[in-house]
């Protein structure tokens, strides 16, 4: 199983960035993907989830900001952020779920992928 992470970098705060990732190694189709995020000195956390067929979840502090989708022909799952805020700042990563509906936890994803940094600064 390979996740490779791209999209991230600097932006102003109210900004936008689209977060992508390669997956490789499964069947992406049959599994569910999912974004975390771990900010310095905090414990990683759930961002955004979506199931093998499209169905999503969000955590209550990007929902209406922040969009997850996949492109099974890419085998690529994406995260849209918009109206970025500093509180933001963290690095991002892809996680594919053994499951084809998964949860919020991280111990529903066995696999991960190296992150990608966001900052959101002006």
């Known amino acids: 199983v390979q996740l490779v992470e791209s999209g991230g970098g600097l932006v102003q705060p109210g900004g936008s960035l689209r977060l992508s990732c390669a997956a490789s190694?499964?069947?992406?189709?049959?599994?569910?993907m999912g974004w975390f995020r771990q900010a310095p000195g905090k414990e990683r956390e759930f961002v955004a989830g979506?199931?093998?067929?499209?169905?999503?979840t969000y955590a209550d502090s990007v929902k209406g900001r922040f969009t997850i989708s996949r492109d099974n022909a890419k085998n690529t799952v994406f995260v849209q952020m918009n109206s970025l805020k500093p509180e933001d700042t963290a690095v991002y990563y892809c996680?594919?779920?053994?499951?084809?509906?998964?949860?919020?936890?991280?111990?529903?994803?066995?696999?991960w992928g190296q992150g990608t940094q966001v900052t959101v600064s002006s």
């Open positions: 996680a594919a779920s053994r499951f084809l509906v998964p949860g919020t936890g991280s111990r529903d994803f066995g696999s």
């Open positions: 190694g499964f069947t992406f189709s049959r599994s569910g």
């Open positions: 979506i199931s093998w067929s499209g169905s999503t």
